[in-house]
């Protein structure tokens, strides 16, 4: 996710005192949140670690009834909230309702299934020293987990990362971005004041020297942002031996076969490509088209993308697609990327400019595009769909895997086989077929990216909830015996059983078993 959590539309000074939010979309200011200090930040660790241990003691079923009722209270304050992220983030409405149905269907799974989750796991026995044992597994959370997270997803980013982690029974130091930290400040805010909830959850608010004292104060750390934070922060969650899991940038391809459904095929790109701005990290960034399906594809495209309404509506009105960009940086990174293609010879068939009022840019298709421009091979972020007609399959195959990037990607044919065959080989962490997003926003399926997309992953049913723990091996007694035959004194009678036992157990031939040498295995 080409994320920065020191830069954006907020003015701030570390250790100032405040941080101004202002709208992207005309420059207003909309809230302020403290710059918080190092220390700030450890005080209010060490409260979340005292608060702790009681919250794990519910176990999963009582920590579930709070998390319901935090639900509650987000479904009854739901168009303050998206009011409150659409002024943050610039984005329209209907983008900003997604949200809210990201945190319904998180809080939904996992306080349903918890319980499932983290149930002790009895674990079948292998080899003579097991005969005499039960084996089990516990689940103990990681007492305190780090999320930090970037600017374009203020209330989903949190919940997907945050809600399983308290469900495993952890505390949480939530870092927002300073460019929208207003939304889920405001959750943590009803949490504690309007529903009372255990105080096993805190936000912390400042630029980037905050994040740091986060990964130094917490016992796991879940970030998403850019490639070049997570980095670091991996470097430094190496230095304090903790478990780190980083969901990163993407430069997500697309490839369009030759006997895809066109029509479905655009409207995908449309919105898979352009949501948020295309200000997410799973978004259609770089489109590739087979030859026999260019012109159509292109047409269609070109006529979607010109009819999209672009503007921060007003509440409830759902009277525009897409909004602002969030930050100046990733507005000028967008301007970049279109110009550099358009230098070398691409062309925008239609949009192609940043807009004069606000941080708007034009929703853009772009042709003529190759792997020497940057809009196909950086991440760009923002609302662009570069488009490049290929030969075959194979070719589509090979441009898509020509990135340091792997986080997700789209394949549309109406062939089942030859789709699965493509997704395959694409060196990616998900594959939608015929869709886009949608591996990303569904629980039981692991988002994970390869290559420089990330370390680890979030969601994948159980395993979303897990990560967040540490396993704790038992091991129990079957029998009341006075001492184990292995231990001292070593006896001859005694070692020679179980040398028998070993054979007798562990050799895959009579001869081996009963002590011969056997004839070697073929191959």
């Known amino acids: 996710m080409a994320t920065q959590t020191d830069l954006g539309v907020s003015d701030s000074v570390q250790g100032s005192g405040l941080i101004t939010v202002r709208c992207p979309a005309d420059g207003r200011v909309v809230g302020a949140v403290p710059d918080m200090t190092a220390g700030q930040v450890h005080d209010v660790a060490q409260q979340l670690r005292a608060a702790q241990p009681a919250w794990e003691e519910l176990g999963p079923r009582g920590r ?18 998206i009011g409150l992220m659409q002024e943050e983030t610039g984005k329209s409405w ?111 608010t400042g630029g980037g020297a905050v994040g740091a004292a986060v990964v130094d104060e917490v016992d796991m750390i879940q970030f998403t942002g850019s490639t070049a934070t997570g980095r670091k922060i991996a470097a430094r969650a190496g230095e304090r031996l903790i478990p780190c899991s980083l969901e990163l940038g993407g430069k997500d391809a697309m490839i369009v076969l030759d006997d895809a459904d066109i029509d479905r095929a655009t409207s995908g790109a449309v919105w898979g490509g352009l949501w948020n701005s295309g200000q997410i990290c799973v978004s259609v960034e770089r489109i590739y088209v087979e030859d026999k399906a260019y012109d159509e594809f292109v047409d269609k495209l070109t006529a979607k993308v010109a009819a999209l309404r672009q503007g921060m509506d007003r509440a409830g009105s759902f009277k525009t697609d897409i909004g602002a960009m969030a930050t100046e940086r990733q507005l000028n990174i967008v301007e970049h990327h279109v110009t550099d293609a358009l230098q070398a010879g691409a062309r925008a068939v239609t949009g192609g400019n940043r807009r004069d009022d606000g941080m ?9 595009v190759d792997h020497s421009m940057a809009c196909m091979r950086e991440e760009t972020f923002g609302p662009t769909l570069p488009v490049m007609r290929v030969r075959d399959e194979d070719e589509a195959i090979e441009l898509a895997n020509d990135s340091p990037y792997g986080l997700a990607a789209s394949v549309f044919s ?110």
């Open 64 to 81: 579930a009834k709070h998390l319901l009722r935090l639900l509650d209270w987000v479904l009854d304050n739901d168009k303050r909230l």
């Open 360 to 368: 708007f840019f034009e929703p853009t298709v772009l042709t003529g």
């Open 94 to 204: 209907g983008d900003a309702q997604v949200e809210t149905a990201v945190f319904v269907d998180t809080v939904n799974y996992f306080t349903k299934h918890a319980a499932e989750f983290l149930a002790d796991r009895t674990v079948e026995r292998s080899g003579a020293m097991a005969l005499t044992k039960k084996l089990r597994v516990f689940h103990r959370p990681h007492q305190l987990v780090g999320v930090i997270t970037p600017w374009n997803g203020p209330l989903a980013t949190s919940t997907v990362d945050g809600i399983p982690a308290l469900m495993a029974g952890a505390a949480v130091l939530f870092k927002p971005s300073e460019v929208t930290p207003l939304t889920w400040a405001e959750v943590v805010r009803g949490w504690l004041t309007e529903i009372n909830g255990p105080p096993v959850m805190a936000c912390v």
């Open 414 to 523: 109406a062939n089942k086989e030859r789709a699965d065959r493509v997704a395959r080989r694409l060196e990616t962490g998900a594959v939608n077929i015929n869709s886009v997003l949608t591996a990303t926003m569904l629980l039981t399926l692991p988002m994970g990216g390869w290559k420089s997309s990330g370390v680890g992953g979030r969601n994948g049913g159980a395993a979303g909830l897990l990560k967040f723990c540490r396993q704790q091996a038992i091991v129990t007694e079957r029998f009341n015996l006075r001492s184990e035959p292995h231990w001292y004194p070593y006896r001859p009678r005694m070692s020679r059983l179980q040398a028998m036992l070993v054979r007798l157990t562990g050799a895959h031939d009579w001869r081996r078993r009963l002590g011969r040498k056997g004839k070697n295995r073929e191959g």
